[in-house]
């Protein structure tokens, strides 16, 4: 069996991790969770969902560290379980992860060109591939690349916004308890993503050291960044105008009195949409990959490239797929994975106003 090459250190798990989670759902999810949730119960929503997904996270990273191939939960499933829960498993993944990427593709189509969305969709998936294909260290700069423009995106969000937060707003009447595990709900879909190292697995270094460290790390930055811009959008905006937003960080910054930022909130969250859909197409190609060595697909997909060391069928079947649902279908509102509705059903055909 032809294996993966281990490249990824720490500093490349933790940037694939960054590029997981910090997608879409940070430009749109503070609105819903507001609107459940109110102001303060906002933050105590994203530190409840935080630690939810911490919990998920570490076991995963454990389990990732005793199984260090490629596959993430499919393997596991198959290795604690039985090999028919592992099947379960893996399709229910491929599935799911197949239309959320054509659903990413398709969103980021209606920021760049409303007109042509599958088109500029299918241009994504095939830039998306080629990357992938030459190799994990590749996917891994260009993740890079994704992560620090929507950081300096994120900052200065967070920077502008911080000279409009009144302290007053956070004493506006609070949501319920339900309310703020509703918001916790929506808020754990935004952290989504952290389990990709797990999928990887097969070609991160020292898999026992670095998977349990760049796991939680990832997740740890990715809770301070949430926690500081829902404080932020809360302070400017206020719970309900914060929960009636259909574009809440754009809103920060016209509110805080420069509006003419707004088109850099919304570049930046197109290329935050671009950094999931490179590393979910990376991991759908990885489950392909181990589901093709165990005969539960086709065995021809199960080729590693002699010189990337990349799952190529795997990878350019998985692209296939993907602009054939995009060329048929629009999944944004559909998609089987309530990780991708948090990222795609917001954003409507024209970017909003």
């Given at each position: 069996m032809d294996q993966l090459a281990r490249r990824l250190g720490v500093p490349d798990a933790v940037t694939?991790?960054?590029?997981?989670?910090?997608?879409?759902?940070?430009?749109?999810?503070?609105?819903?969770?507001?609107?459940?949730?109110?102001?303060?119960?906002?933050?105590?929503?994203?530190?409840?969902?935080?630690?939810?997904?911490?919990?998920?996270?570490?076991?995963?990273?454990?389990?990732?560290?005793?199984?260090?191939?490629?596959?993430?939960?499919?393997?596991?499933?198959?290795?604690?379980?039985?090999?028919?829960?592992?099947?379960?498993?893996?399709?229910?993944?491929?599935?799911?992860?197949?239309?959320?990427?054509?659903?990413?593709?398709?969103?980021?189509?209606?920021?760049?060109?409303?007109?042509?969305?599958?088109?500029?969709?299918?241009?994504?998936?095939?830039?998306?591939?080629?990357?992938?294909?030459?190799?994990?260290?590749?996917?891994?700069?260009?993740?890079?690349?994704?992560?620090?423009?929507?950081?300096?995106?994120?900052?200065?969000?967070?920077?502008?916004?911080?000279?409009?937060?009144?302290?007053?707003?956070?004493?506006?009447?609070?949501?319920?308890?339900?309310?703020?595990?509703?918001?916790?709900?929506?808020?754990?879909?935004?952290?989504?993503?952290?389990?990709?190292?797990?999928?990887?697995?097969?070609?991160?270094?020292?898999?026992?050291?670095?998977i349990p460290r760049a796991v939680p790390l990832a997740l740890g930055i990715v809770l301070a960044i949430y926690l500081t811009l829902a404080a932020v959008a809360v302070g400017v905006l206020g719970a309900d105008r914060l929960g009636a937003s259909a574009a809440p960080l754009a809103d920060v910054v016209t509110a805080a009195g420069l509006p003419g930022l707004e088109w850099v909130v919304r570049a930046g969250a197109t290329v935050a949409v671009t950094g999931v859909l490179l590393s979910l197409l990376a991991g759908v190609g990885r489950t392909t990959l181990a589901m093709a060595r165990r005969r539960d697909l086709p065995g021809g997909l199960a080729a590693v490239h002699p010189r990337h060391q990349v799952p190529h069928r795997a990878e350019l079947a998985v692209a296939a797929v993907v602009i054939l649902v995009v060329v048929l279908a629009d999944v944004r509102g559909r998609s089987a994975s309530p990780a991708s509705r948090c990222w795609s059903t917001t954003p409507s055909p024209t970017p909003p106003r």
């Open positions: 694939i991790g960054l590029g997981s989670m910090l997608g879409a759902g940070v430009f749109v999810v503070f609105a819903p969770a507001a609107a459940a949730a109110g102001g303060a119960g906002l933050l105590v929503a994203v530190v409840l969902a935080g630690f939810i997904a911490f919990c998920n996270a570490t076991s995963s990273a454990r389990l990732a560290a005793r199984y260090p191939e490629s596959g993430g939960t499919y393997v596991y499933g198959r290795e604690r379980l039985n090999p028919f829960a592992g099947f379960l498993v893996g399709w229910g993944f491929v599935i799911g992860k197949t239309a959320s990427c054509a659903a990413m593709a398709l969103t980021i189509g209606a920021y760049l060109w409303p007109g042509q969305a599958r088109l500029v969709a299918v241009a994504a998936v095939v830039a998306v591939t080629a990357v992938n294909l030459r190799g994990v260290t590749k996917t891994a700069t260009a993740t890079r690349v994704l992560v620090l423009v929507v950081l300096a995106v994120l900052t200065l969000v967070a920077v502008v916004g911080a000279f409009g937060v009144s302290i007053a707003r956070f004493d506006q009447p609070g949501g319920s308890a339900r309310g703020v595990l509703t918001a916790a709900g929506l808020l754990f879909f935004a952290f989504a993503g952290y389990a990709r190292v797990a999928t990887l697995g097969e070609e991160v270094r020292d898999p026992r050291r670095t």
